[in-house]
């Protein structure tokens, strides 16, 4: 699977972004989908996660209620809508394919994108 992520960008406190992962490969409708984040200076952290089938969804603390993502296996593509954003959102977003049923953690990802930033001023 190849991952290439966009959408990312900068955006005022209390705005919103989407960010989009195309998928490409005969396993992407297979495979579990992630976002996860880096912020300078600090480890990649999980964001969310949506299984393979997309009726399950997972998501970090720090963005419940805030972020919803979502897949559309006929465009292979991976969705992180992003609303009330925070300075502390600030860090390069990576999606992640696991050709499992679910990815909840950095170590678990098979496959990886390049990253998109995403910048969040006060």
């Known amino acids: 699977v190849q991952l290439q992520a966009s959408g990312g960008g900068l955006v005022q406190a209390g705005g919103s972004l989407r960010l989009s992962c195309v998928a490409s490969g005969r396993t992407y409708s297979s495979s579990a989908m992630g976002w996860f984040r880096q912020a300078p200076g600090k480890e990649r952290e999980f964001v969310a996660s949506?299984?393979?089938?997309?009726?399950?969804?997972y998501y970090a603390d720090s963005v419940k209620g805030r972020f919803t993502i979502s897949r559309d296996n006929a465009k292979s593509t991976v969705y992180l809508q992003m609303n009330s954003l925070k300075p502390e959102d600030t860090a390069v977003y990576y999606c992640?394919?696991?050709?499992?049923?679910?990815?909840?953690?950095?170590?678990?990802?098979?496959?990886w994108g390049q990253g998109t930033q995403v910048t969040v001023s006060s």
């Open positions: 992640a394919a696991r050709t499992s049923r679910n990815i909840r953690s950095a170590g678990e990802a098979d496959y």
């Open positions: 949506i299984s393979w089938t997309g009726m399950s969804t």
